[in-house]
Structure formats: C-alpha cells, structure tokens
C-alpha cells in the first residue's frame, strides 16, 4: 500500500471516527462532570504513580487548610488526589500523530512531522488531562476565579497547550516556546479540558504557580512541578529529572496571606472564546489520527455556555 493510498485511509478514519464524535459530545452536555466531587474530600494519596490513560485533572485544593497544587487521579475508585511529585503523566506512542497540513496547526512544526498530542476530546488508550477549580472548600470559598501560570518549561522539545476555539481557529493557552511566565484563568467551579501537545520524545518538566482570593480577602498561591513523560522511554526516569525551580534549596511554595481588597476589578485573562465547544468536532477534524504506524464531559465552561446560547439564537 502506498503513502497516498495509507493517508487517504487516515483521513476515511478520521471522517468516521468525527461522526461518532459527535452525538458523544450532545451527550456529555449531559452528563456529570469528571472533576465534580461530592463534600467528602479525601486525603492525599501516597506513593509513586504513573498514569498513561483516562481522566486526570490538575487543579487547587485545600489539603487540610492548606492551599496547594495537586492532581486529581480519576482512574481509581473513588478518586484520589496527589501531590504532583508523585505523579508521571505518560503520554504513550497511541497518542502521536502527524502534523496536518491546515496552516492554523503550524505552530505544531512542518506538515507531516510527528507531534504527541494529549487533545480536548477523550480518546480511547490516551491519557486524558484537564484543569479544574471544583474541589468544594476552592468552588465555595475562591472569589470569581484561580490565576494559572506556567512559569517554566523543561524539555527536549517544544510543548504548548492551546484550545478548539471558533470556527475551528486554536486558541493558545500556553506557549513554551515564548516568554514566560505566562497565565491564564480558570473560573470558579469549572472543569476544562485542551490539547496538550509535545513536539519530541522524552521528560518534560512543566513549572506552574496556582494562586486566588478567597472572600476573606486572604491570598493563597502554590507552585509545583507537573511531570509528563513522552514517548517510548520508561516513564519512570522522570520521577528523578529536576525542573529549574526545583534545583534550588527553596522546596515547593504554598503561601497564605491576608491582604486588603483589591480595588482593581479586572479578572485575568479567561480569554479561551465563545465557540469552543462547537469548534472542538471542526478541529478534530482537522488533527487526523494518522494510525499508518501508530497504531467531555467537562463542566460547560464560559466558553461552552456561550457557544451553545449562540447555536440556540441561529
């Protein structure tokens, strides 16, 4: 079978892979979300643990009063959260592709090179992972939303974090590539999904800083280091890997303080567009699963809300 022959397949694949997407997304409208958690919190979990498929979400939580960056492990029953230390997220070969050929995807590098992307949408045998801000002292305590920066990327390739926006244009959250630090934010009580993406095989390091108001006008911040591991090698190695922030003496920071109320009423940026949810199947389509060799329901965001009362007014 030739290249062409191969890649037409691919894209067959893909067409037929999209129309069974689609009546799963008008069902995941539906259903409960993955990070929601009933009152009952449980303590952290221990030990180290790699996880390459299903439902993770990273996210702040108060750990016995104490603000902190952890790792919300949906695959265990009942969930677990974790310290971001313990955990290697594994992102396996069944999630490598090729880059596609619409010039909207070529800050992911050439048509054709290959490119390990963890994307918005579940796909069986891929490691899933999402943000949220729904652990219930953070959505009944934060004051309108958690400030999230990336503040060091380390790594043997490129790594960027973007969304399915409108019209099927990405929406860049996080661009290693760029200066940093940089930041977005996730609402309060929100769950959030995007396509995490890697341009070569080995440990990444991704340095991050979580930080928000709490309605009594206390400010609380954590930074910790999120730990990926692409590709063929043994995921383990990157338990022992150091990021930049962490090869100092100062161990991982979770700070609480008490400061006046801040006049400025300006949010930060939760810019990720209205259309999101009816561009995820547009952008689907085009990031085709090219399986030659190789072989949500999130909790409608702002973003999703907007983009369904928009599809309700046409």
């Known amino acids: 079978m030739n290249t062409t022959t191969m890649r037409t397949g691919a894209r067959a694949s893909a067409l037929a892979l999209l129309v069974a997407w689609t009546p799963a997304l008008s069902a995941a409208a539906e259903s409960p979300a993955p990070g929601a958690e009933a009152e009952a919190v449980p303590d952290t979990g221990t030990g180290r643990t790699v996880i390459a498929d299903g439902h993770v979400d990273i996210g702040p939580r108060f750990d016995h009063g104490r603000w902190t960056v952890q790792i919300r492990d949906d695959t265990t029953k009942p969930a677990t959260w974790r310290e971001t230390a313990d955990v290697v997220l594994h992102v396996k070969d069944t999630a490598k592709i090729e880059v596609p050929e619409s010039k909207e995807f070529g800050f992911l590098g050439t048509p054709g090179d290959p490119v390990w ?43 960027v974090l973007f969304l399915n926006g409108s019209f099927g244009t990405p929406k860049m959250l996080f661009d290693g590539r760029k200066e940093l630090p940089q930041e977005t934010g996730i609402e309060v009580n929100s769950h959030v999904h995007g396509n995490w993406a890697f341009t070569e095989p080995g440990t990444y390091l991704l340095d991050v800083r979580m930080s928000a108001k709490t309605k009594d006008g206390k400010s609380h911040r954590s930074e910790r280091t999120l730990r990926f591991s692409v590709g063929p090698q043994d ?6 890997a150091k990021s930049p922030a962490e090869k100092g003496t100062t161990p991982p920071i979770d700070a609480d303080t008490a400061e006046p109320p801040d006049t400025n009423d300006s949010a930060a940026p939760l810019w990720w567009g209205a259309g999101a949810a009816a561009a995820v199947v547009a952008v689907a389509a085009t990031l085709t699963w090219r399986r030659g060799r190789n072989r949500g329901r999130t909790a409608p965001s702002r973003a999703e809300n907007a983009a369904r009362k928009e599809g309700e007014g046409q």
Not at 235 to 240: C, D, I, L, S
């Open 117 to 159: 992307l963890l994307p918005q949408v579940q796909q069986a045998g891929v490691l899933w992972p999402g943000w949220n801000s729904q652990e219930p002292k953070v959505a009944a305590s934060v004051d309108r939303e958690v400030n999230w920066q990336l503040t060091s990327v380390k790594g043997p390739g490129d790594f």
């Open 235 to 240: 995921p383990r190695r990157a338990f022992v």
